[in-house]
Antibody, heavy 123, light 110 residues
Framework: EVQLVESGGGLVKPGGSLRLSCAASGFTVSSAWMSWVRQAPGKGLEWVGRIKPKTEGATTDYAAPVKGRFTISRDDSKNALFLQMDSLKTEDTAVYSC??????????????WGQGTMVTVSS | QSALTQPASVSGSPGQSITISCTGTSSDVGFYDYVSWYQHHPGKAPQLLIYGVTNRPSGVSDRFSGSKSGNTASLTISGLQAEDETDYYCSSYTSSSRVVFGGGTKLTVL
């Protein structure tokens, strides 16, 4: 059974940094497309970015609002995914969730999700 | 990349059918058959309802169905039940290799 558990959220000041983790079990993160998705309070779901499998060069893609500030990486030895968030803005306040992209059913669908971790950017 | 357009809210009575639209562009919804739909109870992980426009994952009720015409995808829920009352989101892969979600639709079962 696939399980994803996020951690690392908290309160940070504007301009600060935070690193989120996503511990995976039931599958190997290095073999899957892995994405981060966020939901700001009272708002809808927003795709943040992804990292592709090793076999596809482990390249990353990002949504425009976070490109150049956020970095997605992976530690295969820990079977974990990370989201390094720098130069944080108040509008980055959201629940951040990791999810497998297309792993179970293809078509870039998100079937397996974590419960999310809350990030609050405020002075 | 702008969010896909969904109605903010829809409503229906138990037993009825409702349809939620998801309008994008020729660079996302109209470009690929990579549209998905999610049911999201606040505080819980979203549940995948439909992938690849029309396909249901194992375990998802056949009361949920998807379709697409041009740049607009649709989710139809038939035989509406009280437990269907929650938020629904569409998503699409885009021609720039990103993913875009819709703004979400709140379903009320009257």
């Amino acid at each position: 059974e696939v399980q994803l558990v996020e951690s690392g959220g908290g309160l940070v000041k504007p301009g600060g940094s935070l690193r989120l983790s996503c511990a995976a079990s039931g599958f190997t993160v290095s073999s899957a497309w892995m994405s981060w998705v966020r939901q700001a309070p009272g708002k809808g779901l927003e795709w943040v970015g992804r990292i592709k499998p090793k076999t596809e060069g482990a390249t990353t893609d990002y949504a425009a609002p976070v490109k150049g500030r956020f970095t997605i990486s992976r530690d295969d030895s820990k079977n974990a995914l990370f989201l390094q968030m720098d130069s944080l803005k108040t509008e980055d306040t959201a629940v951040y969730s990791c999810a497998t992209e297309g792993y179970s059913y293809g078509y870039h669908s998100f079937h397996d999700w974590g419960q999310g971790t809350m990030v609050t950017v405020s002075s | 990349q702008s969010a896909l357009t969904q109605p903010a809210s829809v409503s229906g009575s138990p037993g009825q059918s409702i349809t939620i639209s998801c309008t994008g562009t020729s660079s996302d919804v109209g470009f690929y058959d990579y549209v998905s739909w999610y049911q999201h109870h606040p505080g819980k992980a979203p549940q995948l309802l439909i992938y690849g426009v029309t396909n249901r994952p194992s375990g998802v009720s056949d009361r949920f169905s998807g379709s697409k015409s041009g740049n607009t995808a649709s989710l139809t829920i038939s035989g509406l039940q009280a437990e269907d009352e929650t938020d629904y989101y569409c998503s699409s892969y885009t021609s720039s290799s990103r993913v875009v979600f819709g703004g979400g639709t709140k379903l009320t079962v009257l």
